[in-house]
């Protein structure tokens, strides 16, 4: 048999042994029912604005009852009412809590029980309360580093300390993370808020693999820039560059942001992305992740290193904005 069929034979025999072992490998670790929102608890912290308000109106449109939680009692007031309006049966309550969940780990603790008490355990947590700062490392100050992992961070891990010991002696759950693509490329000025979002990813991971077994299901969602009140208060002050290179990403709608991550939240899918670019990115940046379908694992062995290819540019591309933003700077500042 001339050597090129031998070849192309040969080659066709290891995908499909590579594609059997790793049906074989997958299998077992894809995902799982379905979680049906119709009469489900959402909690949804940052839920009074922005994609936690979206998240929590799309969840109630499914059925679910809510738990808004955030500091300002009249906001949250306010978004009660407005979630209200897309009840799809009279049973549906939207209930609420002002706290800050980035201060006092058993305060958080204690008060989410009693939302527990009220609206009964929580089958979905959305830990979507958050907040950013823009700036140049040396001109963020230490108490700001300090602040945002408080929020961003800290502010994750304590209402899901209050929520799993539930989830798990009922089998089910799913947690969501709203970190952002941030939290996947370490932009210029996002020093402070970059680490806090990776820091979800980490805790992410690790709480999946000890969960699972309890057939409770963490979702990570990374949206790009979102028109969001967040947004429209972060962009008074952001940086050029930073606002250049989020431009490579789009600007979205926070309702097709939430209506993106409970679809997956819902399927138990451990990345939510956003567009092509966020897909392409979750590809990219998916490392040691867990594996959400045979699908997904094997688009990951296929595209990985051809998306790092594309990656490549994407660097080069803000290295020059960076190199751009210093010369205009060093300019207007000789003509100064
Ligand atoms: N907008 C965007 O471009 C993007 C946002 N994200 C992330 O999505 C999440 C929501 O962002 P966005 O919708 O823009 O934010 P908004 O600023 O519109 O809303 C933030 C929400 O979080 C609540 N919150 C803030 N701090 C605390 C706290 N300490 N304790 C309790 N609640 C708190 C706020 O209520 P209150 O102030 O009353 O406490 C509000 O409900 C954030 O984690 C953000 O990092 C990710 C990618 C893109
Ligand atoms: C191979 C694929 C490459 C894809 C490139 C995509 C480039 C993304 C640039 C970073 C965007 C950062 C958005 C931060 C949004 C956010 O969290 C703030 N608005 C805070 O509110």
Same mark, same amino acid.
């Given at each position: 048999m001339p050597g090129a069929v031998l070849l192309v034979v040969a080659t066709g025999a290891a995908l499909i042994v590579a594609f059997l072992l790793l049906f074989c490998i997958v299998a077992p670790l894809t995902s799982p029912k379905p979680l049906a929102l119709s009469g489900a608890h959402v909690m949804v912290t940052g $839920? %009074? %604005? $922005?994609i936690g308000k979206s998240i929590a109106i799309e969840c109630f449109k499914q059925g679910a009852f809510i738990t808004l939680i955030a500091r300002n009692e009249s906001r949250l007031l306010e978004a009660k009412k407005e979630i209200e309006k897309f009840s799809v049966n009279d049973k549906q309550v939207v209930h609420f809590i002002s706290v800050d969940i980035s201060k006092d780990c058993a305060h958080v603790a204690k008060v989410l029980k009693q939302a527990q008490e009220k609206l $009964?355990?929580?089958?979905m947590l959305v830990n979507c309360a958050g907040t950013s700062v823009n700036g140049k490392f040396e001109d963020i100050d230490g108490s700001k580093f300090e602040q945002l992992m408080a929020v961003n961070y800290l502010g994750s891990v304590y209402p899901t300390h209050a929520v799993i010991t539930t989830m798990k002696e009922r089998r089910m759950g799913r947690i969501v993370f709203v970190s952002s693509q941030a939290g996947q490329i370490g932009v210029f000025g996002y020093s402070a808020y970059s680490a806090t979002k990776f820091a979800l990813r980490g805790l992410a991971e690790a709480l999946q693999m000890e969960v699972k077994p309890y057939n409770i299901y963490i979702t990570v969602a990374y949206p790009p820039d979102t028109d969001t009140p967040g947004y429209a208060e972060e962009s008074q002050t952001k940086l050029l560059e930073t606002k250049l290179i989020s431009e490579a990403s789009s600007i979205c709608h926070p309702d097709h942001v939430a209506r993106i991550i409970v679809k997956d939240a819902i399927q138990g899918k451990f990345f939510s992305s956003v567009g092509a670019d966020g897909h392409m990115l979750a590809i990219l940046t998916s490392g040691m992740s867990p594996v959400s379908s045979i699908a997904e694992a094997l688009e990951g062995v296929i595209f990985m290193g051809f998306f790092r290819f594309i990656s490549l540019y994407f660097i080069a591309s803000f290295d020059s904005i960076v190199r751009r933003c210093m010369v205009q700077k060093e300019k207007s500042e000789k003509t100064d």
């Open positions: $839920g %009074s %604005s $922005g $009964g355990p929580v089958d």
